[in-house]
């Protein structure tokens, strides 16, 4: 546990004494702020038309449907783009400068590696999320949406961000080239993101397959506040799976 | 004490490193020369546990490198042949990582730290970031990362390359008193090095042992460079081949 801890914070310095931490978390909130500008002037002209057409109309426009939901569905996509490229660095860069070498030859578990480097970008994408907060803050400060269906959307964005981590570092450990740590990460991701879209035509067989498959569906159940074990064991079950085959890559360097 | 037995390692068509054998005992500091080319890395990252060998053993401190990986690496120190550093750390911050990695307990990692820095010559370079040390310095903060843990046996890729003769002096003293304790294996192009600090010679060529002597034996009435021409001289064909094939 002291070496995953030491890899924690190895891993983590190394993202905020670079410039990537504050590109990749400028980025994101610049992205987030728009979508949320947009979104919560669009709520604000749809609630004058309202009102003008009929009294107390206004109540069945929520903030949570309108304003929290989308900039969700929106802060996901880009998730898509920005995880993979917070991870491509985590193997392919220790493997191109040689650390590798030392990591390897040290008496460190490859599961502490694995770990270590996986709660380290966890905790980044942590940050990330958590400075988004100011968006819903000023939501709740100026209207009254519902906390509960807030957080569950968090949470599902936070298991999304999670499992794209996993996943980015999956093809992290595949090859010493940034790019294409990158790029493979990005298809994998994106793949997850839109494999449940042929569900509806897809039969009786594949169809439902697909949509379980697809991490859009679950993320937007919780998006609406709906938290299901059976979705937060698909997530488990991504996170886990990726982590596991993370360890299997690494390992198998010292594979006869 | 380290023994490599029959070891055999093949990239694809190519036989990097075929059937050698050769032992370093306890507190003896081993040569290892050869030819670019001859499979002196390829060798020491199969001692010390970083890629698997094709076929064959090797045991560091009694401990099977495949086998019992982990025993093993917790004895070793290591320096490849290009410096593992952190270019985004200081010297400090990186040799506290590599000392809390190797298992080292906290309250013994300052101490260890200070003597580093001193007998690796790093101490006005302390808090300087090692991405813009020059060659080297990154050397020298690639043999202090080595030592810090005090290991019982010793795997140098090259040592002294690129560092200038005051400091060439003082690693080789440096080495020279690490013996005794600790097993030492050093791979080198120069040598007179080798004959100012080894006790024991392995040549290879083509990935064959060619020669293994005690240096006394070696070069009693011949020069090392006479040995080392003649070791290398007298290669097997069938070796080259080999190379040349999975050239083509
Ligand atoms: N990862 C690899 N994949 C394929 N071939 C390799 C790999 N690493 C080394 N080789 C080949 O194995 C042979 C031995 O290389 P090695 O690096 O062990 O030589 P060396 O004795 O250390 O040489 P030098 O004195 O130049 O450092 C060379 O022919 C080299 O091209
Ligand atoms: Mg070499």
């Known amino acids: 546990m002291r070496n995953v801890f030491t890899i924690v914070r190895k891993e983590l310095r190394a993202y905020f004494v670079s410039p990537i931490a504050y590109v990749v978390l400028t980025g994101f909130l610049l992205l987030g702020g728009w979508f949320f500008f947009n979104l919560l002037s669009r709520f604000n002209v749809l609630l004058s038309i309202y009102t003008q057409l009929q009294q107390g109309a206004e109540d069945q426009l929520n903030l949570n449907e309108f304003v929290i939901a989308p900039l969700m569905h929106n802060l996901s996509i880009v998730l898509v783009i920005l995880v993979p490229m917070i991870t491509m660095r985590a193997y392919a860069e220790e493997k191109k400068g040689g650390t590798y070498e030392l990591l390897l030859t040290s008496p460190l578990r490859t599961g502490e590696i694995v770990l270590g480097k996986f709660l380290a970008s966890f905790l980044f994408i942590c940050i990330m999320l958590g400075l988004t907060g100011v968006y819903p803050a000023v939501l709740i400060a100026f209207g009254n949406p519902e906390i509960g269906v807030l957080l569950a959307g968090y949470l599902g964005l936070l298991l999304l961000a999670t499992s794209f981590v996993a996943v980015g570092l999956l093809t992290s450990s595949f090859t010493e080239n940034q790019i294409i740590a990158a790029v493979s990460g990005l298809v994998a991701t994106l793949l997850l993101y839109i494999i449940g879209w042929p569900a509806d035509t897809a039969g009786e067989v594949l169809g439902p397959l697909l949509r379980y498959l697809s991490v859009t569906e679950h993320f937007a159940e919780m998006v609406n506040g709906l938290i299901d074990t059976q979705d937060l064991v698909y997530f488990a079950s991504l996170i886990l799976l990726s982590l596991f085959l993370t360890q299997r890559s690494v390992e198998s360097l010292r594979w006869r | ?248």
């Open chain 2, 1 to 248: 004490m380290i023994e490599v037995q029959n070891l055999t390692k093949r990239y694809g068509d190519l036989t990097a490193v075929s059937d050698i054998s050769f032992q370093a005992e306890s507190g003896q500091i081993l040569g290892f020369l050869g030819p670019n080319g001859s499979g002196k890395t390829t060798t020491m990252r199969i001692i010390t546990g970083f890629m698997p060998a094709t076929a064959g053993t090797v045991k560091v401190a009694g401990f099977d490198i495949f086998d019992e990986s982990f025993e093993a690496r917790k004895r070793i120190g290591y320096l490849p042949e290009s410096p593992p550093l952190y270019n985004d750390m200081t010297v400090t911050a990186y040799l506290r990582f590599v000392a809390r990695i190797k298992g080292m307990a906290r309250a013994d990692i300052p101490d260890a730290l200070d003597h580093v820095l001193a007998r690796c010559g790093l101490t006005d370079v302390a808090y300087r970031v090692t991405g813009y040390l020059s060659k080297g310095y990154r050397q020298r903060v690639g043999l202090a990362q080595a030592i810090i843990h005090n290991p019982s046996v010793l795997v140098l890729d090259e040592p002294t390359v690129g560092l200038d003769p005051q400091q060439i002096i003082g690693i080789r003293s440096l080495i020279k008193e690490l013996a005794g304790e600790h097993t030492v294996i050093l791979s080198t192009h120069i040598l007179p090095e080798v004959a100012q600090v080894c006790e024991k010679v392995v040549i290879i060529n083509a990935g064959k042992v060619v020669a293994e002597d005690m240096l006394t034996n070696l070069a009693q009435d011949q020069t090392l460079e006479d040995v080392f021409l003649k070791a290398i001289a007298q290669e097997e064909p069938g070796a080259a081949e080999t190379v040349e094939e999975a050239a083509e």
